[in-house]
């Protein structure tokens, strides 16, 4: 009666989660007698019954992909990075300094310390080891200014919009610079105060009612409509 993944690991659709005496539960499927999952989540295995618990608010890493982390833990040769995943992820020192970590010369808190925002990408990632970042690309790096915006991971598509249609308009409306990443976390830059948070707006409106139809028209008539309201305000 084998189990093919260990307890809270990530599953996704169709994995093979047991096969044998086993019981299928929440958010599983039993074919024959193997069971399956059905959604992205953590695999559970309470006595005989196989449950998977959703990841709703969770990312699950990807190589290659651009996320926006904060560091909650220094180490001997790095740095541990939330990346509101189920695992932390790793930074090494060598990826900062660009050159081997040298311990009686570097002082990493100097570099990146506790509560730092960094944007990042993952370049390593399997079940078996944490995600592994680099910072070593323009753009990627400590963030020292703007606005953190977090928002459900899975409605990131729905900001970025049918090829890029959507994000392109917020920045154009707003003037904002915006680093999104696919673990849900924003970052959005603008040369006012004001302007930040009317892009911020946007985005949680976009997040709030990414299921109804229209949105793109709905985004772009109430900036507009804000816009108008603060111009009139400060004249």
């Known amino acids: 009666m084998p189990t093919f993944f260990e307890r809270r690991q990530v599953v996704t659709p169709g994995d093979l989660l047991a096969e044998g ?3 299928a539960g929440e958010n599983t499927f039993l074919e024959g007698n ?20 959703a990841l709703k608010a969770f990312y699950v890493p990807r190589i290659g992909d651009l996320v926006i ?26 990826e900062v300094l660009s050159r081997p970590f040298r311990p009686q010369q570097d002082d990493l808190p100097q570099l990146l310390d506790i509560g730092d925002l960094i944007v ?31 928002i459900t991971p899975t409605k990131i598509p729905r900001v970025i919009g049918r090829k890029g249609s959507m994000i392109s308009m917020i920045k ?13 976390i924003i970052l959005i830059t603008g040369k006012r105060v ?33 816009k108008q309201e603060m111009e009139e305000h400060e004249k």
């Open 120 to 150: 990042a990408k993952i370049v390593a990632y399997d079940r078996a080891h944490d995600p592994q970042l680099k910072v070593d690309e323009p753009g990627l790096g400590k963030i020292t200014r703007g606005q953190i915006l977090k």
């Open 194 to 226: 004001e302007d930040e948070q009317l892009a911020a707006t946007a985005i949680r409106k976009i997040d709030e009612e990414s299921h109804l139809a229209g949105l793109t028209d709905r985004i772009t008539q109430m900036l507009k409509k804000e």
């Open 172 to 184: 154009q409306e707003t003037n904002c610079h915006i680093i999104l990443g696919l673990n849900g």
């Open 34 to 53: 193997k069971i399956y999952a059905t959604r992205t989540g953590l695999v559970e295995y309470d006595n005989k019954k196989v449950n998977v618990v």
């Open 69 to 94: 982390g904060t560091i909650v833990e220094i180490g001997f040769n790095g740095w541990t990075v939330d990346i509101n995943a189920p695992y932390p992820a790793l930074l090494r020192a060598s």
């Open 21 to 23: 005496d086993y019981i």
